[in-house]
């Protein structure tokens, strides 16, 4: 692009900026169904309905049964710029997100339940923090409500809650509010006023829970690309949210914004919560379809598998060694030596021994094994083998 002398008339200047015709990114509003075909016309109309003026809409379909196969005609007859995946089989949350992700357009991502709704301005309030934040974050979190029998019963979410208490995301001069040149009525007006303390900076390393469920994520493409590439991701049938979120914070970070954005619809039929949140009481079987710990290993996996990238791309390598480290936890392997069992960020090290010291060096691998327990017998016959 040529730029030339600064444009001194007004009118002059008015034009050249509607001929540049610069947009607002495009968000991709992912939505996953399966079986929720009474909840369709509500949640894709609450995407239509965004005030934000730069919105794609992909469902996809995981191969239902239930009057799905009916709505989705009429949802595209009433918006045609609706595009539906339909799947032939039901493999489960994220290998439909990752089919939508295949199509999307977006510079950023959201993906849907679709049970749930986005509140009309759910969209611009995630923009208008990715535009406006110092800090270059993967994901942004808004608040929930949640709702039975279509009342709103609870205003926010309790692991957000318990973030935004602790005082721990608070920093001066986050935010530096975004104004749109090429569009001038965006932001809407009061939004920057509304959310101008209601930003909590998640930074890089954090690898515990702080966000809203999936609905209220709101991802950088660039970002979920780090980690889409993963082989036995599409086997992951729920706990997308944790293995996106969980990656991609550790490495580049998040941010809460303290606005509810979607209405979080507990109706009975839900795959974690029974129940809106109550103080001290666990509203979720841990042990039926929770699939966050095997999330976690993918995470570690991929990062182990793909250390060339991540390290070198790391401004301070030390946080590629971080996230192993705290993204770590014990391998299932009853079957395993103890050590292997310990970490499952150790057994992978091991097995991708060769890759990992032509990433990092040979002596921070052995350095990275016995910070892990590695029994130093085993390290050294990984390094033979290499050599």
């Not at 110092?134 to 409500?145: C, E, K």
Request: glycine residues 6%; neutral net charge; contains cysteine.
């Amino acid at each position: 692009m040529n730029i030339s002398a600064p444009l001194r008339d007004p009118s002059t200047r008015e034009m050249a900026t509607q001929q540049a015709g610069f947009q607002l990114p495009c968000v991709s509003v992912i939505v996953v169904n399966y079986n929720y075909g009474r909840f369709l016309d509500q949640v894709v109309g609450s995407v239509f309905g965004q005030t934000y003026p730069n919105v794609e809409c992909i469902v996809v379909d995981n191969a239902s049964t239930d009057e799905s196969r009916d709505v989705l005609p009429a949802l595209e007859a009433r918006y045609p710029q609706l595009r539906i995946v339909r799947r032939a089989r039901n493999d489960g949350q994220t290998a439909a997100s990752l089919d939508g992700l295949e199509i999307a357009r977006g510079a950023y991502v959201i993906f849907m339940d679709a049970d749930d709704l986005l509140l009309p301005q759910a969209i611009d309030a995630h923009m208008f923090v990715h535009l406006s934040l110092r800090v270059h974050v993967g994901l942004t979190s808004g608040d929930m409500l949640q709702s039975t029998d279509d009342q709103i019963v609870i205003g926010t979410g309790e692991q957000l809650n318990r973030y935004i208490q602790s005082g721990a995301g608070r920093r001066d001069n986050l935010l530096r509010p975004y104004a749109h040149a090429f569009q001038p009525d965006w932001p809407p007006p009061g939004l920057a006023e509304s959310l101008r303390d209601n930003v909590h900076l998640v930074p890089h390393g954090t690898v515990e829970w702080v966000w809203s469920p999936t609905s209220g994520l709101c991802y950088r493409r660039d970002a979920l690309r780090q980690f889409v590439d993963n082989p036995p991701l599409a086997g992951l049938r729920t706990g997308t949210d944790m293995y996106f979120a969980q990656g991609i914070c550790s490495l580049y970070g998040g941010a809460i914004v303290d606005t509810p954005v979607f209405i979080y619809r507990i109706h009975g039929g839900n795959e974690f919560s029974r129940q809106p949140q109550l103080n001290r009481y666990k509203v979720y079987d841990s042990t039926s379809h929770n699939n966050n710990d095997y999330a976690r290993h993918l995470i570690v996996d991929h990062l182990v598998r793909n250390a060339d990238r991540f390290y070198k791309h790391s401004q301070v390598p030390l946080d590629y060694f971080l996230a192993l480290v705290r993204l770590d936890q014990p391998d299932p392997d009853p079957q395993a030596p103890a050590w292997r069992r310990r970490s499952r960020a150790a057994g992978q090290i091991v097995d991708h021994y060769a890759d990992v010291a032509a990433a990092i060096g040979s002596w921070k691998t052995r350095a990275l094994l016995l910070w892990l327990r590695v029994p130093p017998t085993v390290i050294a016959r990984a390094a033979r083998q290499d050599a």
